[in-house]
């Protein structure tokens, strides 16, 4: 069992930046893929971005050059800097823990985050 607590988050002016964090606790967090995924009302959650067990960054074309995700194994934490934020990239944003390898699909992750809302406006 792994629990995720999200924190981060809020109201950003189009261009400015957000940072998101995500910690887990429970076992073998070093051995999960960690993604975030966001969601609006009426549709699924998207991939954003993902970091495997091996550190490997997976990132949306949408988010690629503009959001870094990171991970501290010591601190069973994960990171996502959000950069040159848009009116698109609102939405609440989880995070995911997934041990089956695959990386874009919602469908995969096993636990999830609180979620917390990301608003940018114009």
């Known amino acids: 069992q792994v629990q995720l607590v999200q924190s981060g988050g809020g109201l950003v002016q189009d261009g400015g930046s957000l940072r998101l964090s995500c910690t887990a606790s429970g076992h073998s967090f070093t051995a999960y893929t960690m993604g975030w995924f966001r969601q609006t009302p009426g549709t699924e959650r998207e991939f954003v971005a993902a970091?495997?067990?091996?550190?490997?960054?997976y990132y949306a074309s949408t988010v690629e050059g503009r959001f870094v995700i990171s991970r501290d194994n010591y601190k069973n934490t994960i990171s996502l800097q959000m950069n040159s934020l848009k009116p698109d990239d609102t939405g609440v944003y989880s995070c995911?823990?997934?041990?089956?390898?695959?990386?874009?699909?919602?469908?995969?992750?096993?636990?999830w985050g609180q979620g917390t809302q990301v608003t940018v406006s114009s």
């Open positions: 970091i495997s067990a091996g550190r490997t960054a």
């Open positions: 995911g823990a997934s041990d089956s390898g695959v990386v874009r699909s919602s469908y995969a992750y096993k636990y």
